[in-house]
């Protein structure tokens, strides 16, 4: 798994030459800067960068609440109908969207060309859904029943007792959202006709798919900079900020995937 990960991580710190002649493994050689200068210069990057972090907070924040509403009710055996929903829950994880209805879809709801055709389709993952479900389940009864008598209604109770005791829950859950965003293009490249409006990835695919690398070269004047290169620092680019996430919430990620699968 490291390995890949290391061989662009070292393309990107190595002069074109280097890289031309295939003496570029997982050590750089002939070491530069000039790939991270090309692409980091380019103004199109840095604003497709704003979209996707933008995308990723505002979609995931946006996630965690509605699956997380969804998951509180779900998990009383009192809803009238709940087994009807979780069996229509589990559907949807079998059988997917179909492609051209689903585009006909977010066209009929006016959201082509806009973030939200990247953000309410996949509102609530069914996955993501049964998980925090399990969760809200483990919480002792005990707690609501003593808010309920403090007088707090359902939203209260929610807000208050339990999504302060699902932080390990919602952490797992969150960064799946996070990841899931930060590295998508497919619903992108389908609803998105906007340049402005390119997620970091779209940029991506355009440099590796269709070879726009010409455009970064030319804007710091680079003639003999390898097109690779300037490929291996994007990827870089584009890879490092969501595995800076990890570290932050590992102590509340671990914990709530293994309470997820327990109490599953």
């Not at 997982?26 to 530069?32: A, F």
């Not at 996955?127 to 707090?152: H, K, Q, Y």
Request: net charge positive; proline share 5%; charged share 10%.
């Amino acid at each position: 798994m490291l390995l890949p990960f290391l061989h662009i991580f070292a393309g990107s710190l190595s002069s074109g030459s280097a890289i031309s002649k295939g003496m570029v493994s997982i050590v750089p050689v002939e070491w530069t800067l000039i790939n991270y200068e090309a692409v980091l210069q380019n103004a199109a990057i840095w604003k497709s960068f704003g979209v996707t972090v933008v995308l990723t907070v505002g979609g995931t924040l946006f996630n965690l609440l509605f699956t997380s509403l969804m998951a509180y009710g779900l998990s009383k055996n009192e809803l009238k109908g709940r087994s009807v929903i979780l069996m229509l829950i589990v559907f949807t994880m079998i059988f997917q969207v179909p492609l051209i209805p689903g585009y006909l879809l977010v066209k009929a709801l006016g959201m082509l060309n806009s973030l939200w055709a990247l953000i309410i389709p996949g509102t609530i993952s069914a996955f993501n859904l049964i998980i925090m479900i399990s969760f809200f389940r483990g919480i002792p009864e005990g707690l609501v029943e003593a808010a309920r008598i403090d007088g707090c209604g359902e939203y209260r109770t929610w807000w208050s007792i339990v999504l302060p005791l699902s932080l390990p829950s919602l952490s797992t859950i969150g960064l799946f959202y996070a990841v899931g965003h930060w590295n998508g293009y497919f619903n992108a490249i389908m609803f998105i006709r906007d340049p402005g409006l390119f997620p970091l990835q779209v940029k991506l695919r355009q440099l590796l798919v269709d070879s726009d690398a010409e455009a970064l070269m030319q804007s710091v004047n680079v003639t003999l900079q390898s097109m690779e290169g300037i490929k291996m620092a994007t990827i870089m680019v584009a890879t490092i900020p969501i595995l800076l996430v990890y570290p932050l919430i590992q102590k509340h990620f671990i914990k709530g995937a293994m309470l997820g699968s327990v109490k599953g």
